[in-house]
């Protein structure tokens, strides 16, 4: 990797690192209305932080008196968004171990008797809860509200040599506590919460009963979208030397139409605040430059056409109704058809180049859209002697279907 390449990837990353920085410690969180109890049993109405809470949380972040306050939900009875989260603290008989195979045990885990936090997942006759970490997920069964919820019981170890052995006893609990009508469950019914949670469901509404379903809407909603993004490029290209990063040839920063095609999807976590973007686009460049070989002066020019093909991800911030904040960070390949031609000597083709960029910007209503971008290429000649340096700024309209 050339000193060229290395300063100019290094370059790139540090603005990445901080435009990302700058949005997630500046950006205003989503708080909702929510309450807490305590274990003495006091209920009080609350503002509460919504992240979603893929793992069992540790920490709670409430609004009092407008500010910030963090509690241990070890403290609290209960806490719930409506509709949205509950979290209910119990005393349970856990068996801890994890069911990934990179982390598998010699053997099944005992149960132990501990006070944890369970999501509920299905409130009704009977509720579904929920216990994850990053290494682990379990999910437990309540068939009488103020009895403990029992642990539905799956676990996998390593046997002798590569052999895995399991245990699927939470089948076997399932058809012993869910009897109702004529319903039945499969034995082929997966540890997973979309399969569990439609077994719990059934045996509710068998009962004649309704059920709670605990689940944020943000991650229910559309998750694609698909947009146009015309915009500008205030590009530069100069020619260097790659030993020692002198500048052989500036040439004239030039303002270019480019036209581009975003699709967007929105991760099913985070409250709908991290998404994947890909956002293929075209633009066409054309400048001169002066450089002196031997003392004289002598033009250079650069007349190409980019397609390049991003990919990179994005995270938004809720700023008010209809009115979010974005920054994005993307890296891809640039395809370029085009040269570098001189007044004297042979013309050079221009090859693909990497490139990575980073950007903030605003979305309204979720169709409009404003962004400023920052972009830098890769060398794209692949000669010696000689390397290029590329990018610019980019203002970038969007308009989302």
Not at 319 to 337: D, E
Not at 348 to 368: D, N, P, Q
Request: aromatic fraction near 12%; proline fraction near 4%.
């Amino acid at each position: 990797m050339s000193y060229l390449f290395a300063r100019s990837i290094f370059r790139m990353l540090a603005l990445t690192v901080a435009l990302v920085c700058t949005t997630l410690l500046t950006a205003q969180q989503t708080y909702e209305t929510g309450y807490l109890i305590t274990t003495d049993g006091q209920r009080e109405s609350v503002q509460i932080l919504n992240v979603d809470w893929r793992y069992t949380p540790t920490t709670l972040t409430v609004l009092r008196d407008g500010s910030p306050t963090i509690i241990d939900p070890a403290t609290l009875t209960e806490f719930a968004i409506p509709g949205k989260a509950r979290f209910v603290n119990h005393t349970v008989q856990l068996e801890r171990s994890s069911t990934e195979t990179q982390l598998l045990a010699d053997a099944p885990s005992p149960q132990e008797e501990q006070r944890i936090l369970l999501r509920t997942e299905v409130e009704g006759p009977a509720s579904l809860y929920s216990y994850r970490t990053p290494q682990l997920t379990k999910f437990f069964l309540q068939l009488e509200a103020g009895t403990p919820p029992v642990q539905l019981m799956y676990q996998r170890w390593q046997g002798a040599g590569t052999t895995v052995r399991t245990n699927e006893q939470y089948v076997t609990q399932l058809r012993s506590a869910l009897q109702c009508g004529t319903t039945s469950i499969s034995a082929q019914t997966d540890y997973q919460l979309r399969e569990l949670r439609k077994v719990v469901l059934d045996y509710n509404s068998c009962r004649g009963a309704a059920s709670t379903i605990y689940t944020n809407n943000a991650a229910r909603g559309k998750r694609l979208y698909i947009g146009v993004t015309p915009g500008v490029f205030f590009g530069k290209f100069e020619l260097v030397d790659p030993g020692n990063d002198r500048m052989l040839v500036s040439m004239e920063a030039k303002a270019s139409p480019r036209i581009g095609l975003e699709l967007e999807y929105r991760l099913p976590f985070g409250n709908n605040k991290i998404a994947l973007v890909f956002e293929p686009n075209y633009y066409r460049y054309k400048s001169s430059g002066t450089y002196s070989p031997v003392s004289r002066i002598e033009m250079a020019a650069a007349d190409y056409s980019a397609l390049e093909l991003p990919v990179g991800l994005r995270y938004y911030s809720y700023l008010s109704s209809g009115t979010k904040a974005f920054a994005t960070v993307m890296g891809g390949y640039n395809f370029f058809s085009g040269e570098i031609m001189y007044d004297r000597g042979p013309d050079t083709e221009l090859k693909g180049s990497f490139t990575a960029s980073a950007g903030l910007g605003l979305r309204f209503r979720e169709h409009f859209g404003i962004e400023v971008r920052y972009q830098h290429n890769t060398d794209n000649l692949g000669i010696l002697g000689q390397a290029s340096r590329s990018g610019g700024i980019r203002a970038i309209t969007s308009y989302v279907f």
